[in-house]
């Protein structure tokens, strides 16, 4: 059994910005691929960012997001972040964190709202 746990979710102005967290087991976090996606009713799940779990730590980033978003992890904590600035209306959503190698795994999903 995998658990991911997030937190950080809220609701922000236009212009500002917040972090999301997403905590793994050990093993996940050494072994999978971790991403985050975001959901908004009547849509599929689309790919927010993704970071590698190798020692380079690559990431990969939605067009809509790249130099707004920035995914990290802290290998000390076992936690993948998602710092996101300068949030716009449009990414109003639920943000789901994935982990993924022979299995995928979501997390309970957490809401963005961004509005004035």
């Known amino acids: 059994q995998v658990q991911l746990v997030e937190l950080g979710g809220g609701l922000v102005q236009p212009g500002g910005s917040l972090r999301l967290s997403c905590e793994a087991p050990e093993i996940v976090f050494r072994l999978y691929i971790m991403a985050w996606y975001r959901q908004t009713p009547g849509k599929q799940r689309e790919l927010v960012a993704s970071i590698s779990s190798g020692s380079g730590a690559d990431t990969n980033y939605a067009a809509s997001v790249r130099g707004r978003f920035t995914i990290s992890r802290d290998n000390a904590k076992n936690t993948m972040y998602l710092q996101m600035n300068s949030l716009k209306p449009e990414d109003t959503a639920v943000y789901y964190c994935?982990?993924?190698?022979?299995?995928?795994?979501w997390g309970q999903g957490i809401q963005v709202t961004v509005s004035s």
């Open positions: 994935q982990a993924m190698w022979t299995q995928i795994h």
